[in-house]
C-alpha cells in the first residue's frame, strides 16, 4: 500500500508563489541591512547542545529540537539512568546536537570563535530558519526564518537608535504603515522588581510580565504568586498598568516609581536619549512607543528592548522583536563585549502582506515573454533570440513541446505571463517576431531590437 504523503506539524511547503513572495519581503529586508553597514554570515543548522542549553531560560531550553547521536546510542545508556526515566538526564547522555533556537546565541559562539578574523563593532546580518518545538498555531510555526542584524562590540546608544530606524526603513519599504514600536529597558524592570522586594526574582518576574497581552493582568498577577512573589509587592504594579500619556509623560511617571532605583533611573536615562534622538531624526512611517510590561523572556537583554506590533486589525502577535546583551559572548569566555540586535519574523510579515493585501501584482511574474513552440526550426531561431534577451537580464523562456497553440496559450496565461511570441515560417523569413499582449490582446511585429527594447 502506498504511503500517504504528509509532513510534520508546524512545517510547511511553499508553492513558487510563496516563494516569489517570500523572496520579495528578504530582498527588501537584505537591501536594508546592507545599506545600514550590515554585513552577511551563515552558521550551522545544529549546534553542540552545550553552545545552546542554558542560554534562554527555563522555557526556551523545553523548546529546543535535540538530535540523536548517531548509533545505538541506548546501548551506551547507563541502566539505572534508563530505570529512571529522567529526561534531561538521559537527553544529555543520548544527544550531543540541536538545532538552532535562534541566530543570536549561535553569532554569540562565532564572534568569540573568530574573534581573531573580525573588525569590531562587527555588524553582520544573518537570513537562515530555525527551530523550536512549539505548540503549532496562526503565526508560530516549529520552522521558521529569522532575519537578524546585530552589532557587537560597541556600548554606544546610537546603535539603539539605528535599529529603530532600521526597522521604520524596511517596513516603509513594505508599504505597512502605522506600525507600533514598543521598547523598554531591563534596566527598567530590575528597577520595578527591585521597589516591589522581588529583585531576586528579576527573571520569573519578566517571564510572567512579559505574558500580559496573552493573558491579561490577572493571570499574570496569579503566575506572578506561584513563582513566591508577595502580593503586597504586586499590588505595588497597579501603577504600572495604569501609566497613560505619551512617551515623555510616561518617562516623568516612572521617575517617581523608580526614584528609589538607581538602575532603574539609569534605564529611563537610556530610554529618554534614544526616544529624543529617534525624534529629532525623525521616523517615515513608524511610531515608537514606551510599554513598561514589554519584558521579552529571553535571558540575555541587559539594556533596551524592543517588539514591533502587528498592524491594528491582523490578529498575529509581534512581527519583529530585539535588544541589547552587554555580555552575552561572557558566556563562551569573551568578556565585556556589549552587543545588540534585532530580529525580523519573515513568516508572520508575510502573513500580514497577505492579509493586507500588500504584495506588489508583480512580485509572481518571474517570466517576462514565453515563446510560442511551433517545431524544431522555429524552436533554434525563438532559442537563438531567447539567449540575447536572457544577456539583457530579461527573463523568457520557449514552451518545450510542439502542442496545440490554445495549450500553449493556456499555460502562459495560468502562469500570468505578460507576452507570448509567436513565430512561424513568416517570421523566420523575414527575421522578425510577433509580439502579443497578454492583457490587451494587441500584437506587434518586431526585430530583435526592438523586442529587446520592449523590456528595458
Given amino acids: 500500500m502506498a504511503q500517504k504523503p504528509r509532513i510534520p506539524k508546524g512545517t510547511r511547503d511553499f508553492s513558487t508563489e510563496e516563494v516569489a513572495k517570500r523572496n520579495y519581503i528578504i530582498n527588501i529586508i537584505k537591501r536594508n541591512f546592507e545599506a545600514f553597514g550590515f554585513q552577511p554570515i551563515e552558521t550551522p543548522s545544529f549546534e553542540l547542545s552545550e553552545t545552546l542549553m542554558g542560554k534562554y531560560g527555563e522555557e526556551g531550553d523545553r523548546l529546543i529540537f535535540k538530535i540523536l547521536n548517531s548509533g545505538d546510542f541506548l546501548t551506551k545508556l547507563d541502566d539505572d539512568l534508563y530505570r529512571d526515566k529522567d529526561s534531561n538526564k538521559i537527553a544529555s547522555q543520548i ?3 540541536a538545532l538552532r ?3 543570536t546565541v549561535p553569532f554569540a559562539r562565532y564572534v568569540v570563535q573568530h574573534q581573531n578574523e573580525i573588525e569590531f563593532p562587527f555588524k553582520r546580518y544573518q537570513i537562515q530558519p530555525v527551530w523550536r518545538a512549539d505548540r503549532p498555531q496562526k503565526g508560530r510555526f516549529r520552522e521558521f526564518y529569522q532575519c537578524d542584524a ?8 546610537w546603535q539603539d537608535v539605528e535599529f529603530v530606524q532600521l526597522y521604520d526603513a524596511v517596513f516603509s519599504d513594505l508599504g505597512l504603515n502605522d506600525i507600533v514600536i514598543k521598547i523598554n529597558h531591563r534596566k527598567i524592570l530590575t528597577g520595578i522588581a527591585e521597589v516591589i522586594g522581588a529583585k531576586e526574582k528579576l527573571i520569573d518576574f519578566t517571564v510572567a510580565l512579559d505574558k500580559l497581552d496573552k493573558i491579561g493582568m490577572e493571570k499574570v498577577k496569579e503566575e506572578m504568586i506561584t513563582k513566591g512573589i508577595s502580593k503586597s509587592g504586586i499590588e505595588k504594579l497597579q501603577p504600572l498598568f495604569d501609566l497613560s500619556g505619551d512617551f515623555n509623560a510616561q ?4 521617575r517617581s516609581i523608580l526614584k528609589d532605583s538607581e538602575e532603574g533611573q539609569q534605564g529611563l536615562e537610556e530610554l529618554d536619549f534614544i526616544h529624543n534622538s529617534v525624534s529629532e531624526i525623525g521616523l517615515k512611517e513608524c511610531q515608537l512607543k514606551l510599554d513598561v510590561t514589554l519584558a521579552r523572556g529571553l535571558n540575555y ?3 533596551a528592548i524592543l517588539e514591533v506590533s502587528s498592524p491594528e486589525g491582523v490578529a498575529i502577535g509581534s512581527i519583529g522583536g530585539g535588544g541589547r546583551y552587554d555580555d552575552l559572548t561572557g558566556i563562551f569566555g569573551l568578556k565585556d563585549v556589549s552587543g545588540t540586535g534585532i530580529s525580523f519574523g ?9 492579509e493586507l493585501n500588500k504584495f506588489p501584482e508583480t512580485v509572481v511574474n518571474a517570466i517576462n515573454v514565453l515563446f510560442i513552440n511551433f ?8 532559442l537563438k533570440a531567447i539567449k540575447t534577451l536572457r544577456e539583457h537580464h530579461i527573463n523568457a523562456e520557449l514552451y518545450p513541446d510542439a502542442s496545440k497553440l490554445k495549450k500553449q496559450m493556456n499555460y502562459a496565461n495560468n502562469r500570468a505571463i505578460p507576452f507570448v511570441v509567436l513565430v512561424g515560417n513568416e517570421e523566420v523569413s523575414n527575421n522578425i517576431f510577433t509580439l502579443k499582449d497578454m492583457n490587451t490582446g494587441e500584437q506587434s511585429a518586431l526585430t530583435l531590437d526592438g523586442l529587446i527594447k520592449n523590456f528595458t
Fill in 301 to 303: 537583554y541587559t539594556g
Fill in 346 to 354: 519573515l513568516d508572520r510579515i508575510y502573513l500580514v502582506l497577505e
Fill in 101 to 103: 533556537y535562534d541566530l
Fill in 251 to 254: 518617562i516623568e511617571a516612572l
Fill in 95 to 97: 544527544s550531543e546536537k
Fill in 150 to 157: 546585530d552589532v557587537v562590540g560597541s556600548s554606544s546608544l
Fill in 375 to 382: 517545431g524544431k526550426d522555429e524552436a533554434l531561431y525563438c
